[in-house]
């Protein structure tokens, strides 16, 4: 048994990205095949969430910083963004883009690409979670105190030594527990690519995709879809732990709260 498991990881392990047998099982399905081919679907699932996160979290100072921006239209703009992509349901968004890449191909061949689940969705979570994050480190940012910024003022910084020095560590310090829910609940947006308009090729899908197929295959759903939820919770535990330790990092310049231990005083024994 241990060995037809190993042969079927063997078989299936990477067959989401095209690596391994081609044709999926239709008959005589184990749970070690719905398990082996919804983490092989996984690998697109981290796919789109680690990109986006590291894509959009940059793209999401910027819209930031351009949000705090005193010329006007630099604001506007960055609150513009910021409102359609939190103001509208990631759903639309993949349909909408869908259907705009679809009609610039048309147009413009080069845009091909784009029409794809691996560009075009990997785009709309990028800006989704721009938008997102951009409102989490605004807030961060003007919650930093003006006490610090005034120092930083008396000793002659530019803006951007203030910045680097001193407001985009602090900036990621406040902000980093809310980015974390944000970072999650993108890992988990990525289901959402199942869903969209945005083709499946080769039968090369993500998570859920594999999960549809064995509860269509099986009629039993109750397997493959806790699967998923599994797959995803060992995922978010992953990415609290990681965000634990970058958290440590940005706070080791904090003193370190003294719990003194509890001493028994008799006069408050009855």
Same mark, same amino acid.
């Given at each position: 048994?241990?060995?037809?498991?190993?042969?079927?990881?063997?078989d299936y392990g990477l067959r989401s990205i095209g690596l391994g047998e081609r044709v999926l099982p239709k008959t005589d399905i184990t749970i070690c095949h719905q398990a082996t081919l919804i983490g092989s679907g996984m690998l697109w699932n981290i796919y789109f969430g680690v990109l986006a996160l590291i894509l959009g979290?940059?793209?999401?100072?910027?819209?930031?910083?351009?949000?705090?921006?005193?010329?006007?239209?630099?604001?506007?703009?960055?609150?513009?963004?910021?409102?359609?992509?939190? *103001?509208?349901? =990631?759903?639309?968004?993949?349909? +909408? /883009?869908?259907?705009? &890449?679809?009609?610039?191909?048309?147009?413009?061949? @080069?845009?091909?690409?784009?029409?794809?689940?691996?560009?075009?969705?990997?785009?709309?979570?990028?800006?989704?979670?721009?938008?997102?994050?951009?409102?989490?480190?605004?807030?961060?940012?003007?919650?930093?105190?003006?006490?610090?910024?005034?120092?930083?003022?008396?000793?002659?910084?530019?803006?951007?030594?203030?910045?680097?020095?001193?407001?985009?560590?602090?900036?990621?310090?406040?902000?980093?527990?809310?980015?974390?829910?944000?970072?999650?609940?993108?890992?988990?947006?990525?289901?959402?690519?199942?869903?969209?308009?945005?083709?499946?090729?080769?039968?090369? *899908?993500?998570? =859920?995709?594999?999960?549809?197929? +064995? /509860?269509?295959?099986? &009629?039993?759903?109750?397997?493959?879809?806790?699967? @998923?939820?599994?797959?995803?919770?060992?995922?978010?535990?992953?990415?609290?732990?990681?965000?634990?330790?970058?958290?440590?990092?940005?706070?080791?310049?904090?003193?370190?709260?003294?719990?003194?231990?509890?001493?028994?005083?008799?006069?408050?024994?009855?």
């Amino acid at each position: 048994m241990i060995l037809t498991c190993l042969e079927i990881i063997q078989d299936y392990g990477l067959r989401s990205i095209g690596l391994g047998e081609r044709v999926l099982p239709k008959t005589d399905i184990t749970i070690c095949h719905q398990a082996t081919l919804i983490g092989s679907g996984m690998l697109w699932n981290i796919y789109f969430g680690v990109l986006a996160l590291i894509l959009g979290f940059f793209f999401a100072i910027l819209l930031s910083l351009g949000r705090r921006s005193d010329h006007q239209i630099v604001s506007y703009l960055c609150d513009t963004f910021i409102l359609i992509f939190r *103001g509208t349901p =990631l759903f639309i968004q993949f349909f +909408f /883009a869908y259907f705009l &890449f679809l009609s610039l191909k048309k147009a413009f061949p @080069v845009f091909d690409p784009f029409t794809s689940a691996w560009l075009g969705a990997l785009i709309i979570l990028f800006f989704n979670t721009s938008a997102y994050s951009a409102n989490i480190f605004y807030g961060a940012l003007v919650a930093i105190p003006r006490g610090e910024i005034d120092a930083a003022d008396s000793f002659g910084m530019s803006n951007w030594q203030k910045f680097r020095s001193i407001e985009f560590r602090q900036m990621l310090r406040l902000a980093w527990p809310a980015y974390i829910n944000e970072a999650i609940f993108m890992f988990h947006a990525t289901t959402l690519v199942f869903f969209s308009a945005f083709p499946t090729r080769q039968q090369k *899908g993500d998570a =859920l995709y594999y999960a549809n197929y +064995f /509860a269509d295959k099986t &009629f039993n759903p109750f397997i493959p879809y806790p699967i @998923v939820a599994i797959y995803f919770i060992i995922l978010t535990i992953f990415v609290v732990l990681l965000a634990r330790v970058f958290n440590s990092s940005l706070s080791r310049h904090l003193p370190k709260s003294v719990s003194r231990p509890l001493r028994l005083r008799f006069n408050f024994l009855r």
